[in-house]
């Protein structure tokens, strides 16, 4: 194992030590330069490579934002469709809504788990084809032909498809960007990522009124409201384009060295839990001092014993789950893992329950879409949309770039929860009687500090503290704790507002995000903190101790 550098070098070089070789042999891509270069600016700057790599990650967060709230609009035009402007069936409306997250815990889980096991190469760029055809299944829902209830289903099931897809991009685009960072500027490189999460719902709410507009002549003039049925299938499929612009690029990324170097190490330690089975100290030193495995297998041979044989399957499929379950048993780990989880459930039980239930806030400042045509409705609310996007949901993300690396992820992410907590509270407390200059102004720093906090660091979080060998499974399981959180409030939070009302569901929020900001408590600050020189560390304590 290699020995800890300062952090403001690039740590990629020192476990790359571990297995030199010359530039002959081995291919060289471009992020390679990345990955070993320093060059003293900010943070925040952005070199060549790194905007190459920003690119290749970062269009999965725009999909994952522009496809999980443009159902917002889709699911308003639905009615004029299906069922003559009526709301649609309160039942059907959640799970339409709660589709893409229920796929995405599918993929969050299964995505992860294949990353560590069978190699970032072997499956980044498969998420983004499940993404782009359950888009096509998507508008290719024959509504003319099917029930409206049919025509719903077939949305919300392919919808669950599109999810698993989506849902398996926040494990894979946070491993092979963590994967390559240099240390310094780790959690700024995350969180320019995630950042895409907040232009790709800007983007969404402007291509509504786009679309809306080239269709006014139709619907407004001509009084086809009908043909909402072409403006929703257009704006949907208006993701194919970055989807299928990055798709080439993901599918021939190269191996990052950091992942190779993490295999090595755990084909290492996997010899060596197996040999101490035996029994054979010898065996022990030997392996401890670094000889190859022929030496062990000659040195039994001259003993007159079978030659120990400890890789009789690959690593991946025979060693990873036990390792994962190893690692996490104790509590030191499994401590951190519960504070990624929890605090991303909490965290995405306010966070999708406000952002998929849009239609609450758009009443309280006008812009519900209560009067005039179809057409009018339609284009009020998208523009509405817009303005609750543009007021704190972009900025929040880049005052996060800007600082994460000066004011580090725990700090953010406490300040971010109790602020945001703040601002439920005052919205709870007020809801009825605040006005709508103040509404405004509330909910605008609400998703401030949704953003410049909670929602981008549980992000990164489990991006950065846990080590390669196991960050993408331990990233896909506490995303998926979120994703149950938003499924969570996609159902329940139309009639748990009809039941007790809007500013209880609101101080329920509250409460999550007080939640949230204990749980963190369990989390240790991951500024210029290196995973793998932790566990490195783990397994030579490990390794003493067994000698």
């Known amino acids: 194992m290699s020995e800890a550098k300062p952090p403001s070098q690039n740590t990629d070089d020192a476990p790359s030590q571990t297995h030199a070789c010359s530039p002959t042999e081995e ?97 980044y760029g498969r998420e983004l084809m499940v993404i782009i055809f359950a888009t096509i299944m998507c508008i290719s829902d024959p509504t003319g032909k099917l029930s409206p209830t049919g025509s719903l289903l077939w949305l919300s099931i392919w919808r669950i498809i599109l999810g698993i897809g989506v849902g398996g991009d926040y494990p894979m685009s946070a491993s092979v960007a963590a994967d390559r960072a240099k240390l310094r500027k780790r959690g700024t490189l995350l969180a320019y990522v995630f950042a895409n999460q907040g232009w790709g719902s800007l983007v969404g709410s402007i291509a509504t009124m786009v679309v809306l507009a080239c269709y006014k002549h139709a619907m407004d003039d001509e009084g086809k409201t009908s043909k909402v049925d072409g403006v929703w299938r257009i704006i949907v499929g208006l993701s194919l384009i970055p989807a299928f612009g990055t798709l080439y690029a993901r599918l021939t990324l190269p191996e990052s060295k950091r992942f190779k170097v993490s295999q090595e190490n755990a084909s290492d330690e996997y010899e060596f839990e197996a040999l101490k089975k035996t029994g054979d100290n010898n065996l022990h030193e030997t392996l401890t001092r670094g000889k190859s495995k022929e030496l062990h297998q000659g040195a039994d041979t001259e003993k007159g014993r079978e030659p120990t044989k400890v890789k009789e399957v690959p690593l991946e499929k025979k060693a990873q789950y036990r390792e994962f379950l190893i690692y996490f048993s104790e509590w030191r780990h499994a401590k951190v893992l519960l504070g990624t989880c929890m605090c991303w459930f909490l965290l995405d039980i306010a966070f999708y329950g406000i952002n998929l239930n849009q239609n609450v806030v758009l009443l309280q400042i006008g812009y519900a879409g209560k009067t005039g045509t179809p057409w009018e409705r339609l284009f009020k609310i998208g523009t509405g949309n817009l303005i609750i996007t543009a007021l704190g949901f972009v900025p929040g993300y880049y005052v996060t770039v800007l600082t994460i690396e000066k004011l580090g992820r725990k700090w953010i992410q406490i300040q971010g929860f109790l602020l945001t907590a703040l601002f439920l509270g005052v919205l709870a407390g007020k809801f009825h009687t605040i006005s709508t200059v103040g509404f405004v102004v509330c909910f605008a720093l609400l998703q401030f500090f949704f953003n410049f906090g909670a929602n981008t660091t549980t992000y990164c979080y489990p991006a950065e503290v846990f080590p390669t060998r196991f960050r993408a499974s331990a990233h896909g399981m506490s995303a998926a704790s979120g994703k149950a959180g938003a499924i969570l409030s996609a159902l329940a939070f139309n009639s748990l507002s009809q039941r007790i009302g809007t500013p209880a569901v609101l101080w329920i929020f509250f409460g999550c995000c007080i939640a949230g900001a204990g749980f963190t408590l369990l989390l240790p600050e991951v500024r210029g903190r290196d995973p793998d020189i932790i566990y490195a560390e783990e397994l030579k304590a490990k390794r003493e101790l067994a000698d």
Request: proline residues 6%; glycine residues 12%.
């Open 27 to 123: 291919y060289r891509s471009p992020l390679d330069e990345y990955e070993r270069s320093d060059d003293g600016r900010p943070p925040f700057y952005l070199t060549r490579p790194e905007l190459k790599l920003l690119a290749i990650a970062g269009v999965g967060f725009f999909l994952d934002a522009y496809d999980l709230f443009i159902i917002n609009p889709v699911a308003i035009m639905l009615q004029y469709r299906l069922y003559g402007g009526k709301a649609l069936p309160a039942g059907l409306q959640g799970f339409l809504k709660a589709s893409a997250n229920i796929g995405s815990v599918i993929g969050q889980f299964s995505f992860g788990y294949a990353a560590d096991s069978f190699g970032r190469k072997a499956v």
